[in-house]
């Protein structure tokens, strides 16, 4: 849920210039991944206003009221978690632990009766698609489990991804590198083959947000930035920017070629 500014001069920057290491195949020679790891609101799937009426639903029966851009400038990007907590500490009000359990369990009740309104983005399926059979898959998001699983079911996607790592799993919210650290360590257990020499410099991460690419470039992974939720000048950290998921096939983010071996010498 958070958006900070993106820094930089409000221009993308070209592929590679983050962090060294572009995203794709035939950028200045480097390595294609070996996985790509996806956020998901916003990036698959077109939930990110629907997060924002449930979590200001509940917000607003605890008599806080946030606007659609308050939102946008200060929880699009952490889980759910998180923006709670920073939603009543902006008040001066305490809250437990217990308590902050008990408002995510709402907002995500909430969120559950709705799943019906849930789309995914042109070309998120296709790319999936193409991508699972080439590299390794995974997910790691600010979203509770229950509710990726469900929307990854009702568009058969689920079995594509080896891992999926939600705010139910992690202590620490993006922009902490946590998320993508034990996706990654999840790929490494996962079959087929073995991946337990993946390293962080062979995934790609997907993302939305600010936060989540400053997660992705802390993790020392790769970062694809889609200008689904923000600008694209906002997401200028990331390794290379595009417009919309369509824009991406499996052969621009991998090659042409088959199959990528295992091993991590290449």
């Known amino acids: 849920m958070s958006r900070p500014d993106g820094g930089g001069d409000g221009q993308a920057l070209p592929p590679g210039a983050a962090a060294g290491i572009p995203p794709g195949p035939a950028r200045d020679g480097a390595a294609p991944p070996r996985a790509v790891i996806f956020d998901f609101d916003g990036v698959i799937a077109d939930t990110e206003g629907l997060h924002f009426e449930t979590f200001a639903r509940v917000l607003e029966e605890e008599g806080i ?116 650290l034990k996706a990654l360590e999840r790929l490494r257990g996962s079959p087929p083959g073995p991946a337990s020499d993946l390293a962080a410099r062979d995934c790609l991460v997907i993302e939305d947000s600010i936060f989540g690419i400053q997660a992705a470039l802390a993790a020392g992974m790769r970062c694809l ?3 689904h939720t923000f600008p694209r000048e906002k997401l200028a950290a990331a390794d290379r920017v595009v417009e919309k998921l369509s824009e991406l096939s499996a052969e621009d983010l991998l090659g042409p070629t088959g199959r990528l071996p295992p091993s991590g010498d290449h």
């Not at 851009?69 to 978690?81: I, Q, S």
């Not at 489990?145 to 009702?154: F, H, N, P, S, T």
Request: proline residues 3%.
């Open 65 to 180: 009221r946030i606007s659609g851009a308050d939102h946008d400038e200060r929880f699009l990007g952490v889980n759910d978690r998180e923006g709670f907590r920073r939603a009543f500490a902006e008040k001066g009000r305490e809250v437990s632990a217990r308590e902050v359990d008990l408002l995510v369990a709402r907002k995500s009740a909430y969120y559950r009766t709705r799943l019906g309104e849930v789309r995914l983005f042109p070309g998120a399926a296709e790319l999936v698609e193409g991508l699972h059979r080439r590299c390794l898959l995974a997910i790691a998001s600010g979203g509770r489990g229950v509710e990726i699983d469900a929307v990854l079911r009702a568009h058969e996607l689920r079995d594509r991804f080896l891992a999926i790592l939600s705010a139910d799993e992690v202590a620490l919210s993006k922009p902490s590198p946590e998320p993508y």
């Open 225 to 227: 930035a889609i200008a």
